[in-house]
């Protein structure tokens, strides 16, 4: 029965083991910026030959995942509601995934979050949100594939972040907590996990950033049919270098190469995004 669980969860990893995979904090993402609209474009993709067993140990059979996304986001800003700012995003992703010579090609699960400034000082450059992200399963998804865009899943995410500027130099970081649903197919349900993003960047000129982020996901042990599996705990480390580049008033574009280490129960390779943005 153990092995027969340890399957089952394998097998669910893999069918949605990119998801999640972007767990990165880009600069000006906790602050809270002028009343509007901002449309974020992110071109991703992903590519992991490898996956790793709760040990670190590489499985021997080859995973060759890849995963090529776009991601539509859009966040209003409303700073007359409340005493602060309140926020309210929708991200919509689409791309093409290949696992193990099988590939798909479609929407994804679409995501709604809103969020509150309960610090919102730009004479300071002090900022504090707190909102929740929920993933909502409207993308396709079939247990017999191990390549699917949608994972079946509703998550909730609950989210703090902070950013603070002292002259050139810029920090941001978020802590973010995902509570996974029941999978309904393949009766697997994800252990919760405690997810962790660090950007430190400085101006080295007045429209360059150049910084870094360092990521963490650390996950609590799955169950399969209501019985505990076992060190199933997927455990993950990012980081790599970010260039912000400012290209117009209401306008930026974000460059990220993030590579993974220290990896269990889940896929080890590189993610590259940009991310172009405009405000109006």
């Known amino acids: 029965m153990h092995k027969h669980c340890a399957a089952i969860f394998l097998l669910l990893l893999l069918s949605f083991s990119c998801a999640g995979q972007a767990n990165a904090i880009d600069p000006y993402d906790a602050v809270a910026l002028s009343q509007g609209w901002v449309l974020s474009t992110y071109l991703s993709y992903y590519s992991a030959p490898k996956y790793l067993d709760k040990n670190g140990d590489v499985i021997p059979a080859a995973l060759n995942l890849k995963a090529y996304e776009t ?46 400034w309960f610090i919102d000082n730009p004479l300071t450059k002090t900022y ?76 080295i000129l007045p429209y360059l950033l150049f910084g870094a982020n360092i990521n963490g996901t650390f996950g609590q042990d ?6 505990q599996i076992d060190d199933s705990g997927v455990q993950r480390l990012q980081a790599g270098p970010s260039l912000y580049l400012v290209t117009g008033k209401r306008s930026s574009i974000t460059f ?19 991310r172009f943005v405009l405000r109006f």
């Open 71 to 116: 991601t539509l986001r859009l966040t209003g800003y409303n700073k007359s509601i409340l005493p602060n700012t309140l926020g309210v995003t929708l991200l919509a992703p689409a791309g093409r995934m290949d696992v193990r010579g099988d590939h798909t090609i479609a929407l994804g699960d679409i995501s709604l979050a809103a969020g509150y």
């Open 222 to 227: 799955s169950t399969a049919r209501g019985i």
């Open 256 to 274: 990220v190469a993030l590579s993974e280490f220290d990896v269990r129960n889940s896929a080890r390779g590189n993610l590259l995004y940009t």
């Open 128 to 203: 504090l949100v707190a909102g929740l992200y929920i993933d909502i399963p409207t993308g396709p998804y079939n247990m017999r594939n191990t390549a699917n865009m949608g994972a079946n899943v509703w998550k909730f995410r609950p989210t703090v972040g902070y950013a603070q500027q002292w002259g050139g130099l810029k920090v941001e970081a978020a802590v973010k907590y995902n509570i996974y649903s029941k999978n309904t197919d393949t009766q697997v349900k994800n252990g919760s996990e405690l997810i962790t993003e660090l950007y430190s960047g400085y101006f």
